[in-house]
């Protein structure tokens, strides 16, 4: 289960390679995972997962497929 100090040091994660940094590591289920700029992709939904396992809204909702706003 995820908890909310895994989810604030993903997201400090992704927040420092957006600023730059090369690569950055974060603990996860006990192990040292690094993440550079071209994993960017993974880390946010690494953090959505979070989100969902602590039942926090991420804030990125879709509309319904094929429906333009």
């Keep these: 289960m995820a908890t909310m100090t ?5 997201r400090n ?3 420092a390679l957006r600023l730059g940094k090369q690569v ?6 006990g192990r040292r995972v690094e993440y550079k700029p071209a ?13 969902e396992e602590l039942g926090i809204s ?8 094929g429906v333009r706003l």
């Excluded at 895994?6 to 993903?10: K, S």
């Design 6 to 10: 895994e989810l604030l040091e993903a």
């Design 13 to 15: 994660v992704l927040h």
């Design 24 to 29: 950055i590591s974060v603990t996860k289920d």
């Design 39 to 51: 994993d960017v992709g993974d880390l946010i939904r690494y953090i959505a997962t979070l989100e």
């Design 58 to 65: 991420g804030g990125r909702r879709r509309g319904p497929a």
